[in-house]
């Protein structure tokens, strides 16, 4: 059965960083592209950031991209979030997906989810 646990997630001041990480197992991880979302309270699921399978290929939401870095470990089967320059608007939970094939910005594409972790960030 495949598994995404994903972990790191935390309290922070604005301005402070938090670096995420998902863990996959049962999953031949080099196949798929991985992607991070995040839902806030009464919002619907939204695209943050996603990696390409090879790792060449990022992709960023403009309301995070030079604060938020994705990177994966295909040998780890991880896919890693920094995020720096925290703002009270990035609070959510976060989510990590596997995604086999699709637009990588589409939540109803990916495959596998994990459970999340929450992000709050503190004005």
């Known amino acids: 059965q495949v598994q995404l646990v994903e972990s790191g997630g935390g309290l922070v001041q604005a301005g402070g960083s938090l670096r995420l990480s998902c863990a996959a197992s049962e999953l031949t991880f080099s196949n798929y592209a991985m992607g991070w979302f995040r839902q806030a309270p009464g919002k619907e699921r939204e695209f943050v950031s996603a990696v390409t399978w090879s790792g060449r290929s990022t992709y960023y939401a403009d309301t995070v991209k030079g604060r938020f870095t994705i990177s994966r470990d295909n040998t780890k089967k991880t896919v890693g979030l920094q995020m720096n320059s925290l703002k009270p608007e990035d609070t959510a939970v976060y989510f990590c997906?596997?995604?086999?094939?699709?637009?990588?910005?589409?939540?109803?594409?990916?495959?596998?989810w994990g459970q999340g972790t929450q992000v709050t960030v503190s004005s």
């Open positions: 997906g596997a995604l086999r094939g699709g637009s990588v910005r589409q939540a109803n594409q990916y495959d596998y």
